[in-house]
């Protein structure tokens, strides 16, 4: 059973270290930047954290194998044979990281059979750890630098930990929107949401730090209308399933799937768990 070989404490440290490369990097005096065959911007903290996370991965768990954005995709006929894989970002937010606002993650997630059953995000300027499992639920754990380096086994990160979500109060509907990809559908699905509930609250941010707000309530809905790849939202997903929240795809409700043939997503809507009596499409 894979809940008895992975280690959530393991997982979250890998992503911790990680985030101090690229730590190292956001505090330097200039980040060089280049782009991708499809025009996204990369930095060397990108690839700095993916080294640092494959390399760490491919020694704890060397019979799990592992898709991160920053290495070679394997082909699809080898991938299709995979029953359980790693999903990587090794930065999340790359844009966000430029501007220097704070809003990137580290994104790590375990895909069982194309659904996400763990997921990892933290984000080192914040210093906040978000982490779920199929047989622990979802948690967060504030001031990572001080409280990871005490905790030593997977009963002790829990009890640091606090259980999500959270629900925060609040007036008006949150709606939880892409700093970098606003999109025109999205828009066009806010005026909907409005005409049917009336005052909203729009909440603007970076990388995956949109879907732990989803999973901790500090907003009700987050809905992706633009590009987004596999990596993108695996580790998001699972905190957000594992709080009792949903991410399904847009227009069909049918959940997301993972190591596709292709692995861009479909557009999709992520909504919290307090969100269920609001029958919000």
């Not at 622990?136 to 990572?144: A, F, M, Q, R, V």
């Not at 949401?193 to 987050?222: P, R, T």
Request: proline share 4%; net charge negative.
């Amino acid at each position: 059973m894979v809940n008895q070989l992975v280690k959530v404490l393991d997982i979250v440290k890998i992503a911790f270290e990680a985030g101090k490369h690229i730590l190292d990097v956001y505090h330097s005096d200039s980040v060089e930047v280049d782009y991708k065959n499809d025009a996204s911007p990369v930095t060397i903290a990108d690839k700095k954290s993916h080294h640092s996370i494959c390399q760490q991965l491919s020694i704890q768990y060397p019979n799990i194998p592992l898709i991160s954005e920053e290495g070679d995709l394997p082909n699809y006929q080898q991938r299709k044979h995979w029953h359980t894989a790693w999903l990587i970002d090794p930065l999340d937010g790359t844009k966000e990281f430029i501007k220097r606002n704070g809003e990137f993650t580290v994104n790590i997630a375990l895909i069982e059979k194309g659904t996400p059953i763990l997921g990892v995000i933290y984000s080192p300027a914040q210093d906040l750890m978000y982490f779920a499992s199929s047989w622990h639920g979802s948690y967060k754990l504030s001031n990572c630098r001080a409280t990871l380096s005490t905790i030593y086994s997977e009963a002790e990160l829990i009890k640091a930990a606090e259980k999500l979500p959270i629900f925060h109060s609040r007036k008006s509907l949150g709606i939880v929107v892409s700093r970098s990809h606003f999109s025109s559908d999205t828009q066009a699905y806010i005026d909907q949401i409005q005409q049917q509930v009336g005052d909203v609250h729009i909440i603007k941010a970076g990388s995956s730090i949109k879907m732990c707000l989803i999973a901790e309530g500090v907003a009700h809905i987050y809905p992706r209308l633009s590009y987004s790849m596999e990596w993108d939202t695996a580790a998001g997903e699972a905190i957000v399933t594992y709080s009792g929240g949903k991410v399904e795809e847009y227009g069909t409700h049918s959940p997301l799937q993972y190591n596709k043939v292709h692995l861009k997503n479909s557009f999709h809507i992520v909504t919290a768990q307090s969100n269920d009596n609001l029958n919000i499409r």
